[in-house]
């Protein structure tokens, strides 16, 4: 539904015509579709019960949060393409491709390639875990710059009300579901304290037997669910699948 709106007050800001529509039109589209499924994509990670629930799972909502990450990635890297293609054979690379003095123009450029380098090292360089999430997490930097050109500059987004104030709350709830994971997430939710009763290694896999400390903080589990689990004091959390749950001891 939300895409479809989006669409909609896209369609409507320019009034296209299907005979009409030209390499800018795809580059304008592209780009607001690219932040709008990154800004979703945020929304899903905040691991917020009523969220998994909508999706049957935090499982399944860390699938969609992976496919939609994805989506936007190619819709946000085509935005320049068809902006080059569109004043082809003008020499345009300098243009879209490098900051100048107009901020709006270098909040997008330097967005396209802060994304572009943390997904080279989150997808295509096995990274320590800890690393691999410390530059996940500057993903939200893109946002910010991203969020940043789409406003200032003049496009559809600025010269079309209802399209500006929708993409306006699009940009606004990710940057908050960004802070609320990164920096409140792990204040307002109160742990669930366990103690490691059993360990062993085999094949390389790491088997935990735990149990709560109080009847109080002991959590129902199916084989198959998983949860993320930190040693304390670090908060460098892992995800460990349940194997199965005995009583009080959970492997």
């Not at 300098?94 to 100048?100: F, H, M, N």
């Not at 096995?126 to 500057?138: F, M, R």
């Not at 085999?202 to 129902?220: A, D, F």
């Given at each position: 539904?939300?895409?479809l709106v989006t669409l909609a007050l896209f369609l409507l800001s ?116 800890k690393i691999w999430k410390w530059t996940h997490e500057w993903i ?112």
């Amino acid at each position: 539904i939300t895409s479809l709106v989006t669409l909609a007050l896209f369609l409507l800001s320019k009034y296209v015509d299907p005979s009409e529509i030209s390499w800018l039109t795809l580059a304008q589209f592209s780009g607001i579709a690219g932040l709008f499924y990154l800004c979703w994509a945020f929304l899903l990670s905040i691991r917020h019960r009523k969220i998994e629930n909508l999706f049957s799972g935090l499982d399944k909502v860390y699938k969609i949060h992976h496919l939609l990450g994805g989506i936007a990635y190619l819709f946000i890297i085509n935005h320049p393409l068809f902006l080059i293609l569109n004043r082809f054979p003008q020499n345009t690379l300098k243009l879209y491709l490098l900051p100048s003095d107009t901020p709006s123009y270098s909040f997008g450029v330097l967005a396209f390639y802060l994304l572009n380098l943390l997904l080279i090292l989150t997808i295509f360089i096995n990274l320590p875990y800890k690393i691999w999430k410390w530059t996940h997490e500057w993903i939200g930097l893109v946002v910010l710059l991203s969020g940043l050109h789409s406003l200032l500059i003049i496009s559809d987004i600025s010269r079309y009300a209802p399209l500006r104030y929708w993409m306006f709350f699009w940009i606004l709830t990710a940057l908050i579901s960004y802070l609320y994971k990164r920096f409140f997430y792990y204040l307002l939710q109160k742990p669930n304290n366990y103690q490691i009763v059993d360990s062993e290694t085999e094949k390389g896999i790491l088997y935990l037997t735990v149990k709560p400390k109080t009847s109080s903080q002991k959590i129902l589990f199916y084989p198959g669910q998983f949860a993320f689990l930190s040693l304390t004091p670090s908060r460098d959390e892992h995800p460990f699948t349940i194997l199965s749950q005995k009583e009080d001891d959970v492997i």
